[in-house]
């Protein structure tokens, strides 16, 4: 009797191929089943006042996990409750302010099942994902969304695949539409992920700038004397200079010693005669980001920030930028 022939890798690539294909399906399987119900999931948290509780077990549980987090990172607070540490004391954190998103494929995990007739008489809205319209799951939500996957990549048909696939698909489709209607922007997304690359990439000018007494500003008629005082206490290596109130040019470290090798320093004479005019501004409002890129083209370190109305507000550093990461 022969041996069968050991598996090769084209084999091992037509079982993942398969796998991505039963995958594929469910997630069509269900975008085709979007109905009404859907659209009412939507309308329901955006008018809670509380949290969107979502709720699981087993892989259900870690699939109800990511849609909190996706929630809570997109603009809706969000929190997951293990559905069987809920019915051990976590089900306080579920109050009549709040919306209940809970996932069973079959609609009839028991950890599930067991805290449904107590969500119902807090008068919470449940919305139920589940494979089985007619399971208790879907007999108790007010809102049912109907995952329709019979087979699961599983050659067994056994572990959780392709359903919690398509559970995970819907989740983020619920969450996207929900930020949607928020009008939520990158920013706001920047917000929740100060760590993040994202984050780092849209942090503003404002986000990073130094403001306050201690910028490095002189009068026009100050002297240079006092100009390289103030520049030395900034530690900056710049400073700024002020006609009327309003910033008329700078000196820079680089100036003083261009002028040093003129062999012709007056230090009681007026910055104003030796300041370099037209210093390089940006806004406040503006991407961090473009501060690099204008301080690379014109070859400084130092960029003085102006307020949404255009007045001197702050001065913003190279080193500042690039210790936030910003690049």
Known sequence: ????????????????????????????AV???????????????????????VVGMGKSGIIAKKIAATFAST???????????ATHGDLGMITKSDVVLALSHSGETHEVRGLLPTIKRLGVPLI??????????GQYADIVLHVP??????PMNLAPTASTTAALALGDALAVVVLGQRGFKPEDFARFHPAGSLGRK????????????K???????????????????????????????????CVTDGDLRRILETDQVDMDAEVKQTMHPEPHMISEDHLASEAIRIMEENKITVLFVT??????????????LLQAGVS
Do not use: Y
């Not at 085709?32 to 006042?49: H, T």
């Not at 996957?149 to 599983?154: D, W």
């Open 1 to 28: 009797m022969s041996k069968p022939s050991k598996p090769t890798q084209e084999d091992w690539l037509l079982e993942a191929r398969r796998v991505l294909a039963i995958e594929h399906e469910a997630i069509q």
């Open 31 to 53: 975008s085709q089943s979007l109905s009404d119900e859907f659209p009412r999931a939507v309308d329901c948290i955006l008018s809670l006042k509380g949290r969107l509780v």
């Open 75 to 85: 603009g809706t607070p969000a929190q997951f409750v293990h559905a069987a540490e």
């Open 128 to 137: 139920g994902i589940t494979g089985k319209r007619h399971s208790s799951l």
């Open 149 to 154: 996957v019979e087979k699961e990549a599983c």
């Open 202 to 213: 849209l942090m503003r000018v404002s986000d990073l700038m130094r403001r306050g007494k």
């Open 215 to 249: 910028l490095p500003l002189v009068n026009s008629d100050a002297s240079l004397r006092e100009a390289i005082v103030t520049m030395s206490h900034g530690r900056l290596g710049i400073a700024g200079v002020l006609e009327d109130g309003k910033l008329a040019g």
């Open 307 to 320: 307020d949404t109305s255009g007045e001197l507000d702050g001065i913003i550093h190279m080193h500042d």
